[in-house]
């Protein structure tokens, strides 16, 4: 099936789900009478979808400094989407990926992984309302494999039976919770841009159907039960903060913005597999990251001793 693209108010937009319950309507939307729900659980219940095109991110590069900058990035675009019925009920959230490239290491694949979702779409007035819980997800991409210094690391786990982080299903993982609430992992995605600092022109997007807003803070890797794996994950994130300008630095606030183009039909065996064929796509090196030869020293060390 094509996805159909289509104007305002026409090819089966009902509406309704975001009146049903007095309590999800703004200022300040109260979603909690919904369960979340997984991600993938609900696809073949998805009737529409807005892709985000512009996935704009931004967060502070040294937080807690006197006087710290920020970073704003946009994200690969059109991977992120919001899928939901013809009454509005969201039930599925692709969120962003990224690649953060080193020249001794090659390129980290990061990806902001939806752990549960629930929430609503009004297509008439353009706005919507969602809750979020995400984990952040590092690995090495398929390209960083062939480098020598990978090699040797990835071989080392590989004898000892010890989780590298090669893939996603072995990815390093980064707990996240709602600012300044570290208990709560559930976090809103909210109609309207980001508050709380101003946002260059270059990072905006008047082109886009409706624009929304999330911001969540970084929390610390989950362990996985392997001590040397999750001192060897621990030196990788130090590594992807230097080429990242610190974007998951423990308490640091990631926020981003999505924009979205007009809705769109959906083909639910095509959202399977959307976001799979995309992350195989990603295996570019791209990003500026700092010289690490100190950390990769600090690695090779750690791996001359018997595990």
């Given at each position: 099936?094509?996805?159909?693209?289509?104007?305002?108010?026409?090819?089966?937009?009902?509406?309704?789900?975001?009146?049903?319950?007095?309590?999800?309507?703004?200022?300040?939307?109260?979603?909690?009478?919904?369960?979340?729900?997984?991600?993938?659980?609900?696809?073949?219940?998805?009737?529409?979808?807005?892709?985000?095109?512009?996935?704009?991110?931004?967060?502070?590069?040294d937080k807690?400094?006197?006087?710290?900058?920020?970073?704003?990035?946009?994200?690969?675009?059109?991977?992120?989407?919001?899928?939901?019925?013809?009454?509005?009920?969201?039930?599925?959230?692709?969120?962003?990926?990224?690649?953060?490239?080193?020249?001794?290491?090659?390129?980290?694949?990061?990806?902001?992984?939806?752990?549960?979702?629930?929430?609503?779409?009004?297509?008439?007035?353009?706005?919507?309302?969602?809750?979020?819980?995400?984990?952040?997800?590092?690995?090495?991409?398929?390209?960083?494999?062939?480098?020598?210094?990978?090699?040797?690391?990835?071989?080392?786990?590989?004898?000892?039976?010890?989780?590298?982080?090669?893939?996603?299903?072995?990815?390093?993982?980064?707990?996240?919770?709602?600012?300044?609430e570290h208990?709560?992992?559930?976090?809103?995605?909210?109609?309207?841009?980001?508050?709380?600092?101003?946002?260059?022109?270059?990072?905006?997007?008047?082109?886009?159907?409706?624009?929304?807003?999330?911001?969540?803070?970084?929390?610390?890797?989950?362990?996985?039960?392997?001590?040397?794996?999750?001192?060897f994950n621990?030196?990788?994130?130090?590594?992807?903060?230097?080429?990242?300008?610190?974007?998951?630095?423990?308490?640091?606030?990631?926020?981003?913005?999505?924009?979205?183009?007009?809705?769109?039909?959906?083909?639910?065996?095509?959202?399977?597999?959307?976001?799979?064929?995309?992350?195989?796509?990603?295996?570019?090196?791209?990003?500026?990251?700092?010289?690490?030869?100190?950390?990769?020293?600090?690695?090779?060390?750690?791996?001359?001793?018997?595990?």
């Open positions: 099936m094509e996805l159909k693209k289509y104007t305002d108010g026409v090819a089966g937009w009902q509406g309704g789900f975001a009146e049903s319950n007095p309590d999800f309507a703004y200022p300040t939307p109260n979603l909690t009478s919904l369960p979340m729900l997984d991600n993938m659980a609900n696809i073949d219940l998805l009737q529409r979808q807005q892709a985000v095109q512009w996935p704009e991110f931004s967060w502070e590069t807690g400094a006197a006087d710290p900058k920020r970073c704003f990035q946009m994200f690969a675009p059109d991977i992120s989407r919001l899928g939901y019925t013809d009454a509005g009920r969201v039930y599925s959230i692709i969120c962003p990926q990224q690649g953060i490239s080193s020249p001794s290491l090659g390129t980290l694949n990061v990806e902001v992984t939806v752990t549960g979702q629930r929430g609503w779409v009004d297509e008439t007035n353009r706005e919507l309302a969602a809750d979020l819980s995400v984990v952040g997800k590092i690995w090495f991409s398929p390209s960083a494999m062939q480098n020598p210094i990978v090699k040797l690391l990835w071989d080392h786990f590989e004898k000892s039976k010890q989780p590298f982080p090669s893939d996603k299903s072995k990815a390093i993982v980064v707990y996240t919770h709602k600012v300044d208990e709560q992992p559930v976090f809103p995605l909210m109609k309207g841009e980001s508050t709380g600092f101003d946002i260059p022109d270059f990072a905006k997007h008047p082109q886009a159907w409706s624009v929304g807003s999330l911001g969540v803070q970084i929390g610390s890797n989950i362990k996985t039960g392997y001590p040397v794996v999750d001192a621990s030196l990788i994130m130090d590594v992807f903060n230097l080429g990242a300008g610190n974007m998951l630095q423990l308490g640091n606030v990631l926020t981003w913005n999505v924009w979205f183009t007009q809705p769109e039909l959906v083909n639910t065996e095509e959202w399977r597999t959307h976001a799979q064929r995309w992350r195989e796509s990603i295996d570019a090196d791209h990003g500026s990251p700092m010289e690490r030869a100190q950390k990769l020293s600090t690695l090779m060390a750690r791996l001359s001793k018997p595990i």
